[in-house]
């Protein structure tokens, strides 16, 4: 048992070795090196979840020979271990499933620069997942910000790269606003570790000292990482950067790295500001009333987009601003929520990515819907796999959506005031799911003779066979959805 | 002397070509370096034209900015609310900082017990006489890996952007490399001769001393990498690619890193389970002490240098 404890660290820097390894083979080896990482820190992030589980507690890893608040810690209880499990399997999933368009779409002297960046996300992912320290997430954040610009651009097609700039831009402001929000931090509390912060920043509260700095630094930290995940005012860079990209980036983006930034919010809001404290500034206020917005514009925009991938990605924004919302509800039953749909839609959103290439595979790579007519009839998997995830998406009972909105809404009823707009907006916002998702449903579903060949099976078991595991893994996430959530609640209770 | 000797002798002697340039007759750089007068840049009426249509064009059939009112009105509103985003971000930080306690106070909340045991019991716990060098590589050992491995990852991404085949450096060799600046610059070749050497001397003291002096990896890497580009930019890539082509630079930046990693992964193992260091801390102002600080040093300085000279290069001509 001794040694499990040693497993976060390790799984941190086995990916860091390997992406330092991979600079040095050739596209091939450093995939297979990847494959092997990657699953091997699910691995370990398994058994660290197996013990955290067990006991119940959570523990603290000294980074070197110098306890708090000298040196760096790592802290993991059950939530982390089980995010950064969740984290490893959809990474896994994304990348089996977009395995031949990286072998296409990049050229071959520069895939293993792309695995690099995988493995240098990962571990990153890893360390905004572990860390008890802000200034190591600070450092982790920029490796995050880089490797999402890389995974963007290397496709080298001219929108690719535009829309790598784009993200790179707003995803730097968002960086600078959190370390404008760190170092205030720092010079109200003196401290850089999470723990000994909370302890000052009490103090600093019940005295009344710096109310208006910490508020600001709140505001500062918490729209900074809302830039970083595309709450819906600043969500510009999203379509683009979704839309263009090849599509394991597409879906690795969506899922991981908007929602790593979102565990580190709540890490801080539990474990750096206080959940009371945060409550109290008016602060969840703007986030609640954003995430609103973000539900139904980000749902109208994907209305309106006549390209598959861009309205996937459109609907991120609507999902994103779930998650911002049951942050907005100020109790711990709607952070709850919040995380089971950061589950969820990481879960969805990836499915519906890979699904969404192989319709428009048999369409010519073409992604407007009128070519789609039929597509789910030449390749039989993708179809599925699409409605499935549209059908979690809208929040059909079964799949993993329903279960989200469902503990949204129970969340909603009991907040006084905010249970009405909640309610209303969680409604307006699946009748336009539906609207969007049914329509491509339909359309996919609609015979037609076309001039476009059919794909079987056969012709490509690992994408139908990684397609299988996401159907199977949000299915799971539906069915079995109490112990997902007593989990959660285990977890965030560990972690204040 | 000179007066007995004759002509022909007297022309072979330094003395001789010394004052016949002092006189102006000759200069010495005809002949020797390639020079010819930097062409302006002139831009021919016609594309100014094409581009001003194209222009126009644009903004009146994509946009329609004539009639398009909702454009204009766009455009302005984008502009105010720009500045007054800015003035309202300015004055709430300018604000919050009123706020915050004073620079240097003594009871400033900065001034606590961490920085005062990072100052007293620094040289005891790093072995290293400068303490910064010492913090960052000893106490938040894990930032700084991570910090290393931004650089890595900054080149990586780069290499995605600018790198391009070899056969495609091979053919614009000539072309694209020296536009605007001479070949064979002698002037920049002498002093570079004189220069490179004293900067890589510099550099390697500055890592080495890290631990003793104000400098380290990441300082004196910077100091190697400008060496390097002196190098380059005096006498081309032929000549560097004879010591520092991409299998060198491969194997130098992976073998630091993957040394540093090592380093890095003993230390967290080791003190997380609480078994003592092996590595020795040394007599404080050795130049071997300062346990790990003095590897770590080398390893991130050859990392920094590989990672600079490596932007200049990409950057000039798409590879290594």
């Given at each position: 048992m001794e040694i499990i404890r040693n497993f976060p660290c390790?799984?941190?820097?086995?990916?860091?070795?390997?992406?330092?390894?991979?600079?040095?083979?050739?596209?091939?080896?450093?995939?297979?090196?990847?494959?092997?990482?990657?699953?091997?820190?699910?691995?370990?992030?398994?058994?660290?979840?197996?013990?955290?589980?067990?006991?119940?507690?959570?523990?603290?890893?000294?980074?070197?020979?110098?306890?708090?608040?000298?040196?760096?810690?790592?802290?993991?209880?059950?939530?982390?271990?089980?995010?950064?499990?969740?984290?490893?399997?959809?990474?896994?999933?994304?990348?089996?499933?977009?395995?031949?368009k990286i072998r296409l779409e990049i050229d071959p002297g520069k895939e293993n620069l792309y695995y690099i960046m995988v493995d240098l996300l990962l571990s990153s992912l890893l360390v905004l997942v572990y860390t008890n320290d802000l200034f190591t997430a600070y450092v982790f954040v920029e490796i995050n910000t880089i490797a999402a610009c890389g995974l963007i651009m290397i496709m080298e097609s001219g929108r690719a790269i535009e829309a790598a700039t784009r993200y790179m831009i707003m995803s730097l402001l968002g960086s600078g606003l959190f370390l404008i929000g760190l170092c205030m931090l720092y010079d109200m509390t003196g401290h850089l570790l999470m723990s000994y912060i909370q302890a000052s920043v009490r103090d600093i509260a019940a005295e009344g000292l710096y109310v208006i700095p910490l508020l600001?630094?709140?505001?500062?930290?918490?729209?900074?990482?809302a830039i970083k995940s595309a709450l819906f005012p600043f969500h510009a860079w999203l379509p683009d950067a979704y839309g263009y990209s090849t599509v394991s980036s597409a879906a690795m983006l969506s899922s991981l790295v908007s929602k790593g930034y979102i565990f580190?919010?709540?890490?801080?809001?539990?474990?750096?500001?206080?959940?009371?404290?945060?409550?109290?500034?008016?602060?969840?206020?703007?986030?609640?009333?954003?995430?609103?917005?973000?539900?139904?514009?980000?749902?109208?925009?994907?209305?309106?987009?006549?390209?598959?991938?861009?309205?996937?990605?459109?609907?991120?924004?609507?999902?994103?601003?779930?998650?911002?919302?049951?942050?907005?509800?100020?109790?711990?039953?709607?952070?709850?929520?919040?995380?089971?749909?950061?589950?969820?839609?990481?879960?969805?959103?990836?499915?519906?990515?890979?699904?969404?290439?192989?319709?428009?595979?048999?369409?010519?790579?073409?992604?407007?819907?009128?070519?789609?007519?039929?597509a789910a009839y030449r390749n039989?998997?993708?179809?599925?796999?699409?409605?499935?995830?549209?059908?979690?998406?809208?929040?059909?009972?079964?799949?993993?959506?329903?279960?989200?909105?469902?503990?949204?809404?129970?969340?909603?009823?009991?907040?006084?005031?905010?249970?009405?707009?909640?309610?209303?907006?969680?409604?307006?916002?699946?009748?336009?799911?539906?609207?969007?998702?049914?329509?491509?449903?339909?359309?996919?579903?609609?015979?037609?003779?076309?001039?476009?060949?059919?794909?079987?099976?056969?012709?490509?078991?690992?994408?139908?066979?990684?397609?299988?595991?996401?159907?199977?893994?949000?299915?799971?996430?539906g069915m079995c959805s109490q112990p997902i959530t007593d989990w959660i609640t285990q977890g965030l209770s560990v972690f204040a | 002397m000179s007066r007995i000797r004759k002509q022909s002798e007297y022309e072979k002697t330094f003395a001789y070509r010394f004052f016949r340039w002092m006189g102006g007759e000759k200069d010495a750089f005809v002949g020797n370096m390639e020079m010819r007068p930097q062409k302006e840049y002139v831009e021919e009426e016609a594309t100014i034209e094409e581009r001003m249509r194209d222009r126009r064009q644009a903004m009146e059939e994509v946009y329609d900015s004539g009639h398009n009112r909702e454009l204009r009105f766009f455009n302005w509103l984008y502009r105010c609310f720009s500045i007054i985003f800015c003035i309202a971000i300015v004055a709430m930080l300018v604000l919050t900082v009123s706020y915050l306690p004073s620079?240097?106070?003594?009871?400033?909340?900065?001034?606590?017990?961490?920085?005062?045991?990072?100052?007293?019991?620094?040289?005891?716990?790093?072995?290293?006489?400068?303490?910064?060098?010492?913090m960052i590589l000893s106490y938040r050992a894990f930032d700084t890996f991570g910090e290393t491995n931004?650089?890595?990852?900054?080149?990586?991404?780069?290499?995605?952007?600018?790198?391009?085949?070899?056969?495609?450096?091979?053919?614009?060799?000539?072309?694209?490399?020296?536009m605007f600046e001479p070949k064979n610059d002698v002037i920049l070749q002498v002093v570079a001769k004189l220069l490179v050497p004293m900067v890589f001397l510099f550099g390697i003291y500055i890592i080495l001393n890290g631990h003793l002096s104000p400098g380290g990896g990441f300082?004196?890497?910077?100091?190697?990498?400008?060496?390097?580009?002196?190098?380059?930019?005096?006498?081309?890539?032929?000549?560097?690619e004879k010591f520092f082509n991409e299998k060198v630079y491969k194997c130098v930046k992976v073998t630091a890193l993957i040394c540093y990693g090592c380093i890095v992964t003993y230390y967290f193992l080791t003190g997380a389970n609480g078994l003592a260091c092996l590595i020795p801390l040394g007599v404080p102002g050795r130049i071997l002490s300062g346990g790990i600080t003095l590897p770590i040093n080398i390893f991130v300085g050859s990392e920094v240098a590989c990672t600079m000279y490596a932007f200049y290069a990409l950057f000039r001509r798409g590879g290594l």
């Open positions: 390790l799984s941190i820097l086995l990916a860091m070795f390997s992406a330092i390894i991979s600079s040095a083979l050739k596209g091939k080896g450093a995939r297979r090196l990847n494959t092997f990482v990657v699953s091997a820190v699910g691995a370990l992030s398994a058994c660290t979840l197996y013990l955290t589980y067990t006991t119940g507690e959570s523990y603290v890893y000294v980074m070197g020979h110098f306890p708090a608040p000298f040196g760096n810690e790592i802290r993991f209880g059950s939530l982390e271990a089980g995010m950064a499990l969740f984290f490893c399997v959809i990474m896994l999933f994304s990348l089996n499933g977009g395995r031949d600001v630094t709140i505001a500062l930290i918490v729209v900074g990482l580190l919010l709540i890490k801080i809001i539990y474990r750096v500001i206080g959940f009371d404290i945060f409550v109290q500034s008016r602060i969840i206020n703007v986030l609640f009333v954003f995430g609103l917005a973000g539900m139904i514009m980000g749902s109208t925009s994907a209305i309106r987009e006549n390209d598959i991938r861009r309205m996937i990605s459109y609907s991120s924004v609507a999902q994103i601003g779930y998650i911002y919302m049951g942050f907005g509800l100020g109790s711990s039953v709607g952070m709850v929520a919040s995380v089971f749909h950061i589950l969820s839609h990481a879960a969805t959103k990836s499915l519906l990515f890979v699904s969404g290439v192989g319709l428009t595979d048999v369409a010519d790579d073409n992604k407007q819907f009128i070519e789609l007519t039929g039989v998997c993708a179809g599925l796999a699409f409605t499935v995830g549209s059908l979690s998406m809208v929040g059909i009972p079964l799949f993993s959506g329903f279960i989200s909105k469902l503990l949204f809404s129970q969340a909603a009823v009991q907040s006084q005031m905010k249970m009405l707009p909640a309610l209303i907006v969680l409604a307006i916002s699946t009748i336009l799911n539906t609207i969007y998702f049914m329509k491509t449903v339909i359309r996919i579903y609609t015979p037609i003779r076309s001039k476009y060949a059919s794909v079987s099976i056969k012709e490509n078991p690992l994408y139908a066979f990684t397609l299988l595991c996401f159907i199977v893994l949000n299915i799971v996430l | 620079v240097g106070g003594e009871d400033k909340p900065t001034n606590n017990q961490v920085s005062e045991t990072y100052i007293t019991d620094g040289l005891k716990d790093t072995g290293a006489v400068n303490i910064v060098t010492g931004v650089l890595f990852i900054a080149t990586c991404c780069v290499m995605i952007m600018l790198m391009v085949d070899e056969d495609k450096i091979r053919e614009n060799k000539d072309s694209n490399d020296r300082s004196g890497g910077a100091m190697i990498g400008a060496g390097m580009i002196l190098y380059v930019a005096a006498f081309g890539f032929d000549r560097m």
